[in-house]
């Protein structure tokens, strides 16, 4: 007998039977809340009380269905550093079901951990507690550095041991919330199987989901695409300006919303370095933080792929001609979005020319003495109100970053608004706390040996990232010289 009421309305499910299988979650020992996001939880209309408790654990743990879910696992397809899979899935995730929250839009629950299902192939189904947490934190973080993202709604313990490389582990589950689990995969998939009508029905459910502008349009397709770039391109730009580096950006964790997903090997740079690349698998460094935007173009070009028979169904040069117009304009739309990110940063009002090479500029003198990325753009508003110690005292040596500070003041005088709402402005836009890869690590390793204060604390801290608060410094440091390089991994 359940209390806890969701107000289900589950359009996949509905609309888009063949594109999932009916599934349900594993049973599991003893579901434990972990964390719940009890703000996040009323947003979507949920009875935060009824949900923080044994029942919402069994919940989110897939455990047991409340009533109303249609749950499911989603069909994808996906290339996976560059080669292609006809068949991914969710292997360790389920649908429980779409809600309408309190500003009218449609929200995904959505379970990460719950068990095996017809995707899984050779894994588990499950995930663990380290990196369950990861994504719990670095999600609501990114949500709060105002960057489209899924959120956070649960982490729970399933009272099981799970193995992994490191031997075993406490088994937990994340529940998410996304405006949709809508991805660049999930148009392969049928397009792969070469299934149109299908893929069709896939484009307008998008369209009617996250593009309704668009509904009725005859070249709704090819505006799909477009629609699909620009958000794209804004949310790489928004990385790029936060030192995020996603890691694993293969087409099935690329989303038709325009929301990050999947923060597996993710992390933010200290040292700022163009080429930077956590992932222990992507050895190649095709998802290092300098090459996100042109990957994001190229995953762009498979969903582009995908909907070629739906563009110009009789013509397939026409088709190709026009998807690839879209395509191609990508560059363009990534640099616009890029450039009001930097001017945000650098306080600057105006538009002037080389205000793009002024921001190169200072990059390439960050990147000379692995500056600290966030910490120098934080230095900023200081330099704009005329202080600019704290901007050298990010370098190792200042001297070098005197030529900068010239041309940087000279376009300043340019503006013309206040020193001081200058300053206001661009600490809105400059955080001084992101998700630290040492504190996330330690808060993680606290947290698997039973101490959940710091991760606790550090969620807590990254709630609020542009406000400076006396007596949280240590968020705001760089990792510590023996910290050494860092390795992230998919972490399952
Ligand atoms: P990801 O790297 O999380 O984007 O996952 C890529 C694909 O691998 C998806 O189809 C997942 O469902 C699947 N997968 C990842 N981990 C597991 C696991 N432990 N068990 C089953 N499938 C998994
Ligand atoms: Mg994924």
Not at 213 to 233: H, I
Not at 433 to 439: A, E, G, S, V
Not at 466 to 486: H, K, M, Q, S, W
């Amino acid at each position: 007998m359940t209390i806890a009421h969701f107000a289900f309305d589950n359009s996949y499910a509905r609309e888009l039977e063949g594109f999932y299988v009916p599934w349900k979650g594993a049973e599991v020992p003893a579901p434990k809340m972990i964390r719940f996001n009890a703000a996040l939880a009323q947003e979507l209309g949920l009875d935060p009380v009824a949900l923080d408790s044994d029942e919402g654990a069994a919940i989110f743990a897939g455990h047991t269905a409340p009533e109303g879910a249609a749950q499911l696992a989603m069909a994808y397809a996906g290339h996976q550093f560059g080669g292609f899979s006809p068949q991914l899935g969710d292997g360790r995730a389920l649908l429980l079901g779409e809600v309408i929250d309190t500003h009218g839009q449609r929200r995904d629950i959505h379970l990460k951990g719950s068990g095996r299902t017809p995707f899984s192939r050779g894994g588990d189904g499950k995930a663990v507690l380290g990196p369950v947490l990861r994504e719990y934190i670095i999600g609501e973080a990114m949500h709060a550095l105002g960057v489209p993202t899924t959120r956070a709604l649960a982490a729970v313990t399933t009272g099981e041991k799970i193995l992994r490389q490191q031997g075993p582990e406490p088994g937990a589950v994340l529940a998410r919330v996304a405006s949709s689990h809508l991805r660049v995969g999930t148009f392969q998939f049928f397009a792969a199987r070469g299934e149109t009508d299908r893929l069709r029905q896939l484009a307008d459910y998008a369209i009617a989901r996250h593009y309704p502008q668009l509904e009725g349009r005859p070249d709704r397709y090819l505006g799909l695409l477009a629609a699909v770039r620009d958000r794209q391109a804004a949310l790489i730009a928004s990385w790029m300006h936060l030192g995020f580096v996603h890691g694993v950006m293969n087409t099935d964790n690329m989303t038709i919303s325009g929301e990050t997903i999947d923060y597996g090997p993710c992390a933010f740079i200290d040292g700022y370095d163009p080429a930077a690349v956590f992932s222990s698998i992507d050895s190649h460094g095709r998802y290092a933080y300098g090459n996100q935007p042109k990957i994001a173009q190229w995953n762009l070009a498979r969903l582009a792929e995908t909907l070629l028979d739906l563009i110009n169904p009789d013509d397939s040069d026409d088709a190709v001609a026009r998807a690839s117009e879209v395509i191609n304009f990508f560059p363009l739309a990534y640099e616009r979005a890029w450039l009001k990110g930097l001017r945000a940063k650098l306080g600057l009002a105006r538009a002037e020319d080389g205000d793009r090479e002024l921001g190169e500029a200072l990059l390439a003198a960050m990147a000379a003495q692995a500056a600290d990325f966030t910490r120098t753009f934080r230095s900023l508003s200081a330099m704009a109100s005329g202080d600019a110690d704290r901007l050298r005292a990010e370098f190792a040596d200042p001297a070098a970053i005197a030529p900068w500070l010239e041309r940087y003041r000279a376009r300043l005088a340019l503006e013309t608004g206040q020193a001081g709402d200058r300053a206001a402005a661009m600490d809105r836009v400059n955080p001084v706390y992101i998700p630290r890869n040492h504190m996330v690590e330690a808060a993680l390793q606290s947290a698997t040996s039973g101490d959940l204060a710091p991760f606790e604390r550090l969620v807590g801290v990254l709630a609020d990232p542009f406000t400076e608060r006396p007596g949280l410094e240590v968020f705001a440091l760089g990792a510590p010289t023996d910290f050494g390089p860092y390795t992230t991994y998919c972490g399952t």
